[in-house]
């Protein structure tokens, strides 16, 4: 089982739709969890992190962490056909040594 | 320009050859990584490196080296190249130990024929 569970979709949907990307992981020491947008043949540039449980939120973007659950969440509030790309989530129990990354989820957001 | 370069995009190389590639970037960002991007495994740590001269090995090591005489340079080298090895390369910096700010480079699509 990996330490990081995601999956690879493609999801697709129409524009102005509500979003919801998900991970699990099993590892109960991780404590940062980022999220990663990858557009075809670019590298992965980062969106948000969180520390912890909770919710953060950044414009259309809400990143949520339960814990208990061992669960992740990115929405994306009306999404744009521009918010089309792979998502990958990525945790860290802190430092900088050993970050995992999901196998990452492909958004298409149709017009 | 600001930034984090890899050189070259694309490179195909032939079995048993050594191949090195280049990372550069220009916010003298203390950690800088290496990482291969492959179907079904996401993105795997080759290398890290906390500083000038501090280098480590991360998840997927063998049949790599790397070097950091310069804070800003941290090249790869596939010291004789296997077809395991095709895979799409990024380099990262970060300035921050937990990773949380992190910048990647465009990548480097390599291909071992």
């Known amino acids: 089982q990996k330490e990081v569970e995601q999956d690879p979709g493609p999801l697709s949907v129409p524009e102005g739709a509500i979003v919801s990307l998900n991970c699990t992981y099993s590892n109960s020491a991780f404590q940062y969890f980022m999220w990663y947008r990858q557009y075809s043949r670019k590298g992965p540039e980062l969106l948000m992190y969180?520390?912890?449980?909770g919710n953060k939120e950044d414009g259309r973007f809400t990143a949520q962490v339960d814990k208990s659950s061992k669960y992740i969440s990115l929405f994306i509030r009306d999404s744009q056909p521009s918010d089309s790309a792979t998502y990958l989530c990525a945790m860290n129990s802190g430092g900088y040594q050993k970050v995992t990354f999901g196998t990452g989820t492909k958004l298409q957001v149709i017009p | 320009d600001a930034g984090i370069t890899q050189s070259p995009r694309y490179k195909i190389t032939e079995t048993g050859r050594q191949v090195t590639l280049m990372c550069h970037q220009t916010?003298?960002?203390?950690?800088m990584f290496w990482y291969r991007q492959d179907l079904g495994h996401g993105l795997r740590l080759i290398y890290y490196s906390a500083a000038a001269d501090i280098t480590d090995k991360g998840e997927v090591p063998d049949g790599y080296v790397v070097s950091r005489s310069k804070t800003e340079n941290f090249p790869l080298t596939l010291e004789s190249a296997t077809r395991s090895q095709t895979s799409v390369y990024f380099c990262?910096?970060?300035?921050?130990?937990?990773?949380?700010?992190?910048?990647f480079g465009q990548g480097t699509r390599l291909t071992v024929v």
């Open positions: 990262a910096s970060s300035d921050v130990e937990g990773f949380t700010e992190a910048f």
């Open positions: 916010w003298s960002h203390s950690y």
């Open positions: 969180t520390y912890s449980s």
